[in-house]
C-alpha cells in the first residue's frame, strides 16, 4: 500500500486562493516604488512643454522640495504601520477574508486620490490611505496563504509575499519608465485604483481559512473547505488533526463541534483573546515576538529599500542616463531570483536561507561602499545586482512565512502585527533619513559601510534568537514543548 500523502496535492483552486490573497502585497510593492522613477516630473524639476495637463483642473506637476516630497514618500509608510496595527486583531476576530476585502477599499480610494491629487497634500492623504490598505495587506495575506497552503509547501507558497511584492515593484518601475514625462505619472498612480478593484472582484470567490474556521467553531464548513482546496480525491485527515476547535460560548457543544472531536482535542477551558497587547505579557509567545522583530528589522536596516525606493538617484552619478533601466533591470533580476529561489526555503531551512542572505548583502554593502567611492561603475551595478539576489534568498520571503509558523492561530494575528509594525516603523527610518545620512556622508557611498556593519549584528542575532521552522507541523514542535493538550 502506498504511504505516499495526497494533502499535499496542488490545484487550481489553491492556486487562485494564492494568486488573489496576495495581489494585495503586490500592490504594497507597486505603491512602495511608484514615486521613484517620476519622481522629477512629479516636483516639477522637469517640465514638459509638449502637452497640456490631464484636465485642466489638475496641475501636471505639484511643486515641492526636497523635504516635501520626503513626506510624500515617508507617509505611506505611516499608514503601512496604521494598518498593521490594526488588521493582526481584526483579521483574528472577524476573519481573514473580512480583512483582505477591507484593504481593498483603502487601496482603490487611495489610488484615486493620489491621481487626481491637485496639490500635495491630497497626495499626502492618497499616500497614506494606500499605506493602510498595503500595512494590512502585509500582515494577512501571509496568515492567509499559510492557512491554505499544504503544510509540506508553506515556505514555497509562503514566498510568493515576495514574489508578488517583487511584481509590484517591477511593474510600477516599467511605468515609470514608460510614463514618467508631462502628465502622464498620474497614470502610474491609477493603475493603483485598478489594482484594488481587481482585488475586491478576486475575493467574492475566495473562502475564509478552513483553520480559522475550526477554531471558530465552523468545523463542517471547515472540512469542506480544506476539500476543496486539497481536492476531491485528497486525504485530509492528518491535516484535521492539527486544527484547534474552539471552545463553547455559552450555547453548549453543537453539531458541528463534534465532527471533529475525533481528531482534535478540546480545550477544557475558554482560552483568553489573544490582542497585540496582552501577547507581550504571556511568555509563551514573547520568543516568538523578539524573532519576527529581529528579522524584520534586519530586513530593512539591511539597506534594501535604498536601493528599491532610490535606485534612480542613486545609480545616477555613476550610469547618469541609464538608471531608470537599471532600476527595472534591478527589479527583474529580484523577482526572477525571488521565484528562482522559492523552494528554498523548504529544502534547506528559513533559518539557513536568512543567513545566507544577511551575509551575501553584507558582502554587496562592501562592493558597494568601494565602487561609488572610487567611482568603478561595474562594480557598483554588479554589487547593486548582488545585493537585491542575495535579498531574495531568505530575507526577501522567509520574514512573511514565521509568524504563522512560530505560534498558533488564536496569536498569529497579533505577532504579525508586531512583526509588520516594526518593519514599517525601520522602512521609515530609512525612507526618511538614507538620502539625509548619505548626503552627510559625502554621497560616495560610505553609508554602505554601516549597511555592512548592521548586517553583521543582524546575523549574529537572527543565528541565536530565531529558530528552525523547517519541518515542524507546530509552534510546540518548532519551541521543544510539549503539548499537554494532544492525545498520542
Not at 494568486?19 to 503586490?26: E, K, Q, R
Not at 499626502?124 to 492567509?144: E, K, T
Not at 509562503?158 to 511584492?165: E, K, L, N, P, Y
Not at 557611498?445 to 542575532?461: C, N, R
Request: charged share 10%; net charge neutral.
Amino acid at each position: 500500500m502506498s504511504t505516499t500523502s495526497k494533502q499535499s496535492h496542488v490545484t487550481a483552486f489553491l492556486i487562485y486562493l494564492v494568486f488573489v490573497s496576495t495581489l494585495g502585497p503586490l500592490q504594497f510593492g507597486f505603491h512602495l516604488a511608484e514615486l521613484n522613477a517620476p519622481q522629477a516630473v512629479i516636483t516639477c524639476e522637469k517640465k514638459s512643454i509638449t502637452s497640456a495637463s490631464v484636465s485642466a483642473r489638475l496641475p501636471q506637476c505639484l511643486p515641492m522640495n526636497a523635504s516635501q516630497f520626503g513626506l510624500v514618500s515617508s507617509i505611506y509608510t505611516l499608514g503601512g504601520l496604521v494598518g498593521a496595527l490594526v488588521s493582526g486583531p481584526l483579521a483574528t476576530r472577524s476573519g481573514r477574508l473580512l480583512a483582505l476585502r477591507a484593504t481593498t477599499v483603502f487601496f482603490v480610494v487611495g489610488s484615486i486620490a493620489e491621481a487626481l491629487s491637485p496639490n500635495i497634500a491630497v497626495l499626502s492623504i492618497g499616500r497614506f490611505l494606500s499605506g493602510v490598505g498595503a500595512g494590512a495587506s502585509i500582515v494577512v495575506g501571509p496568515i492567509y496563504v499559510s492557512e491554505i497552503a499544504p503544510p509540506s509547501s508553506r515556505g514555497f507558497f509562503g514566498a510568493f509575499t515576495q514574489v508578488m511584492t517583487n511584481v509590484g515593484i517591477l511593474l510600477t518601475q516599467s511605468l515609470g519608465y514608460f510614463f514618467s514625462r508631462d502628465s502622464l505619472w498620474r497614470i502610474i498612480l491609477a493603475v493603483g485604483a485598478g489594482l484594488g478593484l481587481a482585488e475586491f472582484l478576486g475575493l467574492l470567490l475566495v473562502p475564509e481559512t478552513p483553520s480559522w474556521l475550526a477554531e471558530h467553531r465552523h468545523a463542517d464548513k471547515a472540512r469542506q473547505v480544506l476539500q476543496r482546496i486539497r481536492g476531491k480525491d485528497a486525504d485530509i485527515e492528518e491535516e484535521i488533526q492539527n486544527w484547534k476547535v474552539g471552545s463553547t460560548d455559552g450555547n453548549g457543544v453543537d453539531e458541528e463541534e463534534s465532527l471533529l472531536s475525533q481528531h482534535t482535542h478540546q480545550p477544557s477551558s475558554p482560552e483568553p483573546r489573544v490582542t497585540i497587547l496582552t501577547v507581550t505579557t504571556n511568555p509563551k509567545y514573547r520568543p516568538a515576538i523578539i524573532a519576527v522583530v529581529i528579522v524584520m528589522l534586519a530586513q530593512q536596516f539591511t539597506g534594501v529599500n535604498s536601493i528599491i525606493m532610490y535606485s534612480v538617484s542613486l545609480l545616477q552619478t555613476t550610469l547618469p542616463t541609464a538608471a531608470p533601466l537599471l532600476a527595472v533591470i534591478i527589479s527583474a533580476l529580484n523577482l526572477v531570483v525571488t521565484l528562482a529561489c522559492s523552494p528554498l526555503p523548504d529544502k534547506i531551512g528559513r533559518k539557513t536561507c536568512l543567513l545566507l542572505s544577511i551575509g551575501g548583502m553584507g558582502s554587496a554593502s562592501v562592493l558597494l561602499a568601494i565602487g561609488i567611492s572610487v567611482g568603478q561603475k561595474i562594480v557598483s551595478a554588479l554589487a547593486s545586482l548582488l545585493f537585491v539576489a542575495s535579498f531574495a534568498v531568505g530575507l526577501g520571503p522567509v520574514p512573511f512565512i514565521l509568524a504563522s509558523e512560530l505560534v498558533g492561530s488564536e496569536a498569529v494575528g497579533a505577532i504579525q502585527s508586531w512583526a509588520l509594525s516594526a518593519n514599517w516603523i525601520a522602512t521609515f527610518i530609512v525612507a526618511q533619513f538614507f538620502p539625509i545620512l548619505n548626503a552627510a556622508l559625502g554621497g560616495k557611498g560610505q553609508i554602505y559601510w554601516i549597511f555592512a556593519g548592521l548586517a553583521g549584528v543582524f546575523g549574529l542575532l537572527i543565528y541565536l534568537r530565531v529558530p528552525e521552522t523547517k519541518g515542524k507541523s507546530t509552534p510546540d514542535e518548532v519551541w521543544g514543548r510539549v503539548d499537554e493538550r494532544r492525545i498520542d
